[in-house]
C-alpha cells in the first residue's frame, strides 16, 4: 500500500508543528480520506477509521473547551489509543496543555494552519489524493503546449528533447525531460512530474544537459501537468501506412486510463515543434467539438450529393 510521510504533507501545505519532538517522517499516511472526529470526541469510537488524518475545526475545539478536565483526560486517552497518523487544527486554533501532553506521550503529531476547516479540507485531500496515486515511470518527454500536455514518446535518440527545446524556445513549457512519473489521481485524470533529481534539465546530445529554468526564465517550466496527448515519434519507413485524415482515434494506455495518441513519422525537414504545435491545437478544438476531419468528410459528403441530384 503507498504512503506519504506527514513530514512531506507538513512542508507541502505549509503547516506549523506543535510537537517538534515528535518525527514527522516516522508517521505515515495512507488513505486520502479525512475525518472530523466529533463523534470521537464525544466517546462514540465504534467505526472510528484510525488511519485517516484527523481535523479539528471549530466545531470540535469548542466541544472541547467546554468539557471538564476529568472527562477531557478520558476522552483524551481513548482518543490517542488509536494509531492516528497526525491530528491537525484550523483557523489557527491552540490545541490545550493536556491534548499535547498526552499526544505526545502516544508519539502522535499535532499541526496547525490559518486556513478555514473547510478550505484545508479540499486542499488536503487534494494533496493527498497527489501523493498516494499509482505512479509509473516511463521514457519521454512532457510539455505544456497552449494549456495541453503533451507527452513525446520514441526510441532514445529519434529527438524528443530537441522538439522540447524548440518548443520551450516558442513560449511554451517544460514539465519533465527523459523520465516522466505519471499518476493516475483518479479514473479519469493522468497527472506528470519530473523526479527531483532531473527537474528543468534536458539532455541534448552533443552538448550535454542544460538547465532550461536558467537559460529562459521561470515562465518556460512547470512543475506538474495533465496528460492529455500523447506524440509517438518513429522513423519514417515507406512501405508504412500512416493516418492522413484523423477520423478515428487512436489510443495508448497508463495505468488503465486511455490518452488520445497520435503516431508521428520522422524524416528530414519536419519541424516537429510546429508538429506538436497543431497537434496540441487540433486536440483542444476537437474537446471543444470541433472537428476538422469530420468537417471535412461531411463537406466531401455534401459535395457528393449535389453533383449526384445534379446528374439526374
Same mark, same amino acid.
Given at each position: 500500500?503507498?504512503?506519504?510521510?506527514?513530514?512531506?504533507?507538513?512542508? $507541502? @501545505?505549509?503547516?506549523y508543528?506543535?510537537?517538534?519532538?515528535?518525527?514527522?517522517?516516522?508517521?505515515?499516511?495512507?488513505?486520502?480520506?479525512?475525518?472530523?472526529?466529533?463523534?470521537?470526541?464525544?466517546?462514540y =469510537?465504534? %467505526?472510528?477509521?484510525?488511519?485517516?488524518?484527523?481535523?479539528?475545526?471549530?466545531?470540535?475545539?469548542?466541544? $472541547? /473547551?467546554?468539557?471538564?478536565?476529568?472527562?477531557?483526560?478520558?476522552?483524551?486517552?481513548?482518543?490517542?489509543?488509536?494509531?492516528?497518523?497526525?491530528?491537525?487544527?484550523?483557523?489557527?486554533? /491552540?490545541?490545550?496543555?493536556?491534548?499535547?501532553?498526552?499526544?505526545?506521550?502516544k508519539?502522535?503529531?499535532?499541526l496547525?494552519?490559518?486556513?478555514?476547516?473547510?478550505?484545508?479540507?479540499?486542499?488536503?485531500?487534494?494533496?493527498?489524493?497527489?501523493?498516494?496515486?499509482?505512479?509509473?515511470?516511463? %521514457?519521454?518527454?512532457l510539455?505544456?503546449?497552449?494549456?495541453?500536455?503533451?507527452?513525446?514518446m520514441?526510441?532514445?535518440?529519434?529527438?524528443?528533447?530537441? #522538439?522540447? @527545446?524548440?518548443?520551450v524556445?516558442?513560449?511554451?513549457?517544460?514539465?519533465?525531460?527523459?523520465?516522466?512519473?505519471?499518476?493516475?489521481?483518479?479514473? %479519469?485524470? $493522468?497527472?506528470?512530474?519530473?523526479?527531483?533529481?532531473? !527537474?528543468? =534539465?534536458?539532455?541534448?546530445?552533443?552538448?550535454?544537459?542544460i538547465?532550461?529554468?536558467?537559460? =529562459?526564465?521561470?515562465?518556460?517550466?512547470?512543475?506538474?501537468?495533465?496528460?492529455?496527448?500523447?506524440?509517438?515519434?518513429?522513423?519514417?519507413?515507406?512501405?508504412?501506412?500512416y493516418?492522413?485524415?484523423?477520423?478515428?482515434?487512436?489510443?495508448?494506455?497508463?495505468?488503465?486510463?486511455?490518452?488520445?495518441? %497520435?503516431?508521428?513519422?520522422? !524524416?528530414?525537414? !519536419?519541424? @516537429? #515543434?510546429?508538429?506538436?504545435? #497543431?497537434? #496540441?491545437?487540433?486536440?483542444?478544438?476537437?474537446?471543444?467539438?470541433?472537428?476538422?476531419?469530420?468537417? @471535412?468528410?461531411?463537406?466531401?459528403?455534401?459535395?457528393?450529393?449535389?453533383?449526384?441530384?445534379?446528374?439526374?
Amino acid at each position: 500500500m503507498s504512503s506519504v510521510s506527514v513530514a512531506k504533507v507538513t512542508q $507541502l @501545505l505549509d503547516l506549523y508543528n506543535f510537537l517538534p519532538d515528535i518525527d514527522l517522517k516516522a508517521s505515515k499516511i495512507m488513505t486520502n480520506d479525512v475525518n472530523r472526529p466529533a463523534l470521537q470526541l464525544s466517546g462514540y =469510537f465504534e %467505526h472510528f477509521d484510525q488511519l485517516r488524518v484527523q481535523i479539528i475545526g471549530t466545531v470540535e475545539y469548542t466541544y $472541547l /473547551q467546554q468539557m471538564d478536565e476529568r472527562k477531557k483526560e478520558e476522552i483524551y486517552d481513548a482518543f490517542f489509543s488509536y494509531d492516528i497518523p497526525c491530528v491537525i487544527f484550523c483557523r489557527s486554533l /491552540q490545541p490545550d496543555e493536556m491534548f499535547l501532553s498526552i499526544a505526545e506521550k502516544k508519539r502522535v503529531p499535532i499541526l496547525g494552519t490559518k486556513r478555514s476547516t473547510s478550505e484545508f479540507m479540499a486542499e488536503l485531500i487534494d494533496c493527498l489524493s497527489e501523493q498516494l496515486a499509482p505512479c509509473i515511470t516511463i %521514457h519521454g518527454v512532457l510539455v505544456d503546449v497552449y494549456g495541453e500536455g503533451l507527452l513525446i514518446m520514441g526510441e532514445s535518440g529519434i529527438g524528443k528533447s530537441e #522538439a522540447a @527545446l524548440e518548443l520551450v524556445r516558442r513560449g511554451h513549457r517544460l514539465v519533465t525531460d527523459d523520465v516522466v512519473e505519471i499518476r493516475k489521481i483518479n479514473e %479519469h485524470s $493522468l497527472i506528470g512530474t519530473s523526479p527531483d533529481i532531473t !527537474r528543468y =534539465f534536458i539532455e541534448l546530445r552533443g552538448i550535454g544537459i542544460i538547465d532550461v529554468k536558467a537559460l =529562459f526564465g521561470v515562465e518556460c517550466v512547470k512543475e506538474k501537468q495533465k496528460i492529455n496527448l500523447v506524440i509517438k515519434l518513429e522513423d519514417w519507413k515507406k512501405e508504412n501506412e500512416y493516418d492522413r485524415l484523423g477520423l478515428e482515434e487512436e489510443y495508448t494506455e497508463f495505468l488503465g486510463t486511455k490518452v488520445v495518441c %497520435h503516431s508521428l513519422p520522422i !524524416r528530414p525537414g !519536419r519541424n @516537429l #515543434a510546429v508538429i506538436c504545435e #497543431a497537434a #496540441a491545437v487540433n486536440h483542444r478544438q476537437k474537446k471543444m467539438g470541433y472537428n476538422a476531419a469530420q468537417e @471535412l468528410y461531411r463537406r466531401v459528403q455534401e459535395n457528393l450529393t449535389k453533383k449526384s441530384d445534379e446528374d439526374e
